[in-house]
Structure formats: structure tokens, C-alpha cells
């Protein structure tokens, strides 16, 4: 069968840029090897960079209280049935997931760092302006927080990803991190202009606190966009 199908292949007028489906052929001639090699998933399933299962649950379970702890920021504005954090960091994601190719930015790292960087707040919680903290005790407190979810996780190659990752967005220190931090406050105002929307409040000071702050034109462009919605409401 797998000769017929290369002859087709070569024989037929596929253009040339479509040849590249052509290794479908020898799929079957390289069946038997792959049999005789171990499986990607078994040998890595005991790589130090793979956390083990036991340390994945355990990681996995801590980060639930993502899920289960309310913006402060909304709370504290008797906003009823308020977002998450996670909740905050998935549409974020999403954000970087759908935003237009740049050349200069990789889209993947971005994703990442949007389901990390508020990573640490599954153990100290959000800590906003309000609360008094100075920035440095709070970004002591985080980096506290983030050392100790990296052990849970067992170390190795996926921690200290997660690591990087959050330092760089911390640092603001590229491109990425300068996007994400630009999603960080998109996702904010789009969230404000929803819950005047719905619960008719007036959350004037989340926009305020972003003007003149994106630092990418994909971020200005998104924020225009919301705020001319706004106004229309």
C-alpha cells in the first residue's frame, strides 16, 4: 500500500510547495524501527526536567487557590461575583494566543509568561496598592513565594522555566514581558468595562490607573478599542 501511495505521490500534479506530505510514504518502512526504539513519553517520563507525580499534584493542588481567590481590586469595589486570578491570567493567555504575529516577539514565550507571571499570589495572595506594602516588601514576599512553588514542583528544568519566566515579566526586561504587562492591563480595563456594564458601577480609577502606560502598540490599539466602547456605553 505504501508504494502505491508514494507513485501517486511522485506521479501526480501536486505543486511542488505540497510535497512536503510526501514522508507519509515511508511511515510504514520506518514503523518496525520505531518499534525497536523506546518511546519519547517513557524515556523522558524519568528526565530530571519532568517533575514527578507526586510533585505535579502536589504543585497542581497549591495553584488551585488561583482558582478560589478573588481580584482584591474588584472586591474591594463591592463588585458581585468578582474574577479570579485565574480567571485573570487565562484570558490573558488567551490574549497572547490570539494577537497578531510580530517578528520580534515570540507569541509561545508569551502564552507562558501570561499563565505565570501572577503565579506567586496562589501563596501571598493579591497584594494591591491599598494594602500599603511597598513594592519592594512585595516583590520580596513573590520571589519568596515562587522559590518555595519551585521546589514543590521538584526543581529541575520546569521550575526554573517557570522561574525565568516570571523574573523576566518581574523585570520587564524584553519584548515579551513588555507585551504581557501590556495584556496585564488590557485584561483589566476590558474586566472594568464589563462590570460597569453588568452591575452599573463606576470603576473611573482602573482606567486612570493604566493611561498613558502600554508600552506596545498592540496594547495602545486594544486599550483605544475598549475605551471607545466605553463611551459608547
Known amino acids: 500500500m505504501s508504494r502505491v501511495i508514494c507513485k501517486f505521490i511522485l506521479s501526480s500534479s501536486i505543486p511542488a510547495t505540497h510535497l512536503r506530505f510526501a514522508p507519509l510514504c515511508t511511515a510504514a518502512s520506518r514503523s518496525s524501527r520505531m518499534a525497536a526504539q523506546p518511546s519519547s513519553s517513557s524515556s523522558s517520563s524519568s528526565s530530571p526536567s519532568s517533575p514527578s507525580p507526586s510533585a ?95 521546589e514543590l514542583l521538584g526543581g529541575g528544568e520546569r521550575a526554573q522555566e517557570i522561574k525565568e519566566l516570571w523574573m523576566e515579566y518581574e523585570e520587564n526586561s524584553s519584548m515579551e514581558a513588555k507585551v504581557v504587562k501590556d495584556f496585564d492591563k488590557v485584561e483589566m480595563i476590558l474586566q472594568a468595562l464589563e462590570y460597569e456594564t453588568e452591575q452599573g458601577k463606576d470603576l473611573e480609577e482602573f482606567f486612570e490607573s493604566t493611561a498613558g502606560k502600554f508600552q506596545t502598540d498592540l496594547g495602545k490599539a486594544w486599550a483605544l478599542e475598549i475605551a471607545s466602547r466605553r463611551k459608547k456605553h
Open 56 to 150: 505535579a499534584i502536589d504543585f497542581l493542588t497549591l495553584c488551585h487557590s488561583l482558582k478560589a481567590t478573588k481580584r482584591a481590586g474588584w472586591v474591594k469595589r463591592g463588585v458581585q461575583e468578582p474574577e479570579s486570578i485565574a480567571d485573570h491570567m487565562y484570558r490573558m493567555g488567551l490574549m497572547a494566543l490570539i494577537a497578531s504575529d510580530n517578528p520580534s516577539v515570540n507569541r509561545e514565550k508569551c502564552i507562558k509568561m501570561a499563565i505565570v507571571h501572577d503565579i506567586a499570589e496562589a501563596i501571598v495572595g493579591d497584594i494591591t496598592p491599598s494594602d500599603g506594602v511597598p513594592k519592594e516588601e512585595k516583590s520580596r514576599r513573590e520571589q519568596e513565594a515562587l522559590q518555595k512553588m519551585c
